[in-house]
């Protein structure tokens, strides 16, 4: 299995948005995270395609990916992801082959196929509400083909785009893009971040069903994990209620902005078992506890790398944990 000191790990920014904050301050707060976390020796750093939600800044995410790599060294910057059936293939080659371009050896693609969004966001999107439900992997071999070398003939090709190679990932939550990832021989990444109920099933079914390809010879599995340290459980606990009062909103209906760290939320026995149901993977406590957790995920999946989200209210405390875990990860 799997050590903690050689598993690589990476951050996953949701961009959040702070009451009393800004658009601007996020942007601030995510390439001062990038530089932090490139220094500690995170391998990667990813951000999520969002719209309309009053508390996540990453919706134009290529845009975003390339202000973060324009603002770091060698940190990996890519999406975590980009849901392909929101925009025409030959657009997300041609701005992957331009982050590419600009940053080569530094890009990762992911691509998932939810929205992001709500109805409401989908239909100003124009997205098909039917999109990606049957025709993902017929959208992912376009995008395949504007990124690989231009065949003989072929008429319409991405510049820049083609021929860029750009690495990409398939991202879900469930078994469908598991098995996707296994027949076209691509990385996996499960989203356990949110939803960790299919993350075993997700990966058993991953590395059966493996074929190797020009990419990959063996399965390669990265598990999303909210991670929240502190100097103390006590500590971590409290900070982690931001995250908390997050989802309990989501049930209620209601989207806001990251809001500050309570001591006691106000939710009934149904909602508190609905919310620990999204932070069911999640790792919160001070260095021990955190150092035994990650241990645990390991053992318990087998992955080949780790991607944290941390969502606490601020800035500082965000830092704080990555350091943190940085040092127990070293350690």
């Given at each position: 299995?799997?050590?903690?000191?050689?598993?690589?790990?990476?951050?996953?920014?949701?961009?959040?948005?702070?009451?009393?904050?800004?658009?601007?301050?996020?942007?601030?707060?995510?390439?001062?995270?990038?530089?932090?976390?490139?220094?500690?020796?995170?391998?990667?750093?990813?951000?999520?395609?969002?719209?309309s939600i009053e508390g996540i800044a990453s919706a134009a995410t290529a845009v975003l990916i390339g202000?973060?790599?324009?603002?770091?060294?060698?940190?990996?910057?890519?999406?975590?992801?980009?849901?392909?059936?929101?925009?025409?293939?030959?657009?997300?080659?041609?701005?992957?082959?331009?982050?590419?371009?600009?940053?080569?050896?530094?890009?990762?693609?992911?691509?998932?196929?939810?929205?992001?969004?709500?109805?409401?966001?989908?239909?100003?999107?124009?997205?098909?509400?039917?999109?990606?439900?049957?025709?993902?992997?017929?959208?992912?071999?376009?995008?395949?083909?504007?990124?690989?070398?231009?065949?003989?003939?072929?008429?319409?090709?991405?510049?820049?785009?083609?021929?860029?190679?750009?690495?990409?990932?398939?991202?879900?939550?469930?078994?469908?893009?598991?098995?996707?990832?296994?027949?076209?021989?691509?990385?996996?990444?499960?989203?356990?971040?949110?939803?960790?109920?299919?993350?075993?099933?997700?990966?058993?079914?991953?590395?059966?069903?493996?074929r190797p390809s020009a990419v990959l010879d063996k399965p390669h599995a990265m598990v999303g994990l909210?991670?929240?340290?502190?100097?103390?459980?006590?500590?971590?606990?409290?900070?982690?209620?931001?995250?908390?009062?997050?989802?309990?909103?989501?049930?209620?209906?209601?989207?806001?902005?990251?809001?500050?760290?309570?001591e006691q939320l106000d939710w009934t026995p149904r909602e508190r078992a609905q919310v620990e149901q999204?932070?069911?993977?999640?790792?919160?406590?001070?260095?021990?506890?955190?150092?035994?957790?990650?241990?645990?995920?390991?053992?318990?999946?087998?992955?080949?790398?780790?991607?944290?989200?941390?969502?606490?209210?601020?800035?500082?405390?965000?830092?704080?944990?990555?350091?943190?875990?940085?040092?127990?990860?070293?350690?």
């Amino acid at each position: 299995m799997p050590r903690l000191a050689d598993t690589p790990l990476s951050v996953l920014d949701l961009a959040p948005i702070r009451q009393g904050g800004s658009v601007a301050d996020t942007f601030h707060e995510s390439v001062s995270l990038a530089r932090l976390t490139e220094r500690l020796g995170f391998t990667r750093f990813w951000l999520a395609e969002h719209h309309s939600i009053e508390g996540i800044a990453s919706a134009a995410t290529a845009v975003l990916i390339g202000h973060v790599a324009g603002a770091t060294e060698r940190i990996r910057v890519g999406s975590g992801g980009i849901m392909l059936p929101n925009h025409p293939p030959l657009v997300v080659a041609e701005q992957f082959g331009t982050l590419e371009t600009l940053y080569p050896g530094r890009i990762d693609l992911g691509l998932g196929r939810a929205p992001g969004s709500d109805g409401h966001t989908m239909a100003a999107m124009r997205r098909d509400p039917y999109a990606g439900v049957d025709d993902f992997p017929q959208r992912l071999a376009e995008l395949q083909g504007f990124l690989e070398e231009a065949k003989p003939g072929q008429r319409v090709r991405a510049v820049p785009g083609q021929g860029t190679h750009v690495p990409l990932w398939l991202l879900g939550s469930s078994d469908f893009s598991a098995r996707l990832a296994a027949r076209e021989g691509l990385p996996f990444a499960f989203a356990a971040q949110f939803a960790p109920a299919q993350l075993f099933e997700a990966l058993q079914l991953y590395r059966k069903n493996f074929r190797p390809s020009a990419v990959l010879d063996k399965p390669h599995a990265m598990v999303g994990l909210p991670v929240i340290a502190a100097e103390s459980d006590a500590r971590a606990e409290f900070l982690a209620s931001t995250a908390r009062q997050k989802f309990l909103n989501l049930i209620r209906g209601a989207r806001t902005l990251s809001l500050p760290p309570v001591e006691q939320l106000d939710w009934t026995p149904r909602e508190r078992a609905q919310v620990e149901q999204f932070l069911g993977a999640a790792i919160i406590g001070g260095p021990e506890t955190v150092r035994d957790g990650l241990e645990r995920i390991l053992e318990q999946t087998g992955a080949d790398e780790l991607m944290l989200n941390t969502d606490v209210f601020a800035a500082a405390d965000r830092l704080s944990s990555y350091e943190i875990v940085a040092d127990v990860w070293r350690s």
